[in-house]
């Protein structure tokens, strides 16, 4: 019942931008905190950024000033800004749902971004 869909991914040159759309179904995101994780090739999966049902929000250090992430519960959708791309932020684009630290989490299917020339 409840799904996190990604859209937005796709082929972006060095230098560009792309934005990071999370629609969620089944639920409404008002009260959750919401988040992007991503996995690039060969490599773990990391947080990218949270937003929580208040607003705030977090970023991993290397990404802070260049990623943004924000949230519209009309629209039941939580966005992902991503600004000045590299080829190191190609990756698998995740969105997920939380009630608290330590929750269960839903997962979206993730969204390919290739940052690539």
């Known amino acids: 019942q409840a799904q996190l869909v990604e859209s937005g991914g796709g082929l972006v040159q060095p230098g560009g931008s792309l934005r990071l759309s999370c629609a969620a179904s089944?639920?409404?995101?008002?009260?959750?905190?919401m988040g992007w994780y991503r996995q690039a090739p060969g490599k773990q999966r990391e947080l990218v950024a949270t937003i929580t049902s208040g607003g705030s929000t977090n970023y991993a250090d290397s990404l802070k000033g260049r990623f943004t992430i924000s949230r519209d519960n009309a629209k039941n959708t939580v966005y992902l800004q991503m600004n000045s791309l590299s080829p190191d932020d190609t990756a698998v684009y995740y969105c997920?749902?939380?009630?608290?630290?330590?929750?269960?989490?839903?997962w979206g299917q993730g969204t390919q971004v290739t940052v690539s020339s």
């Open positions: 089944g639920f409404m995101i008002a009260i959750y905190t």
């Open positions: 997920t749902a939380r009630l608290f630290v330590g929750s269960p989490q839903y």
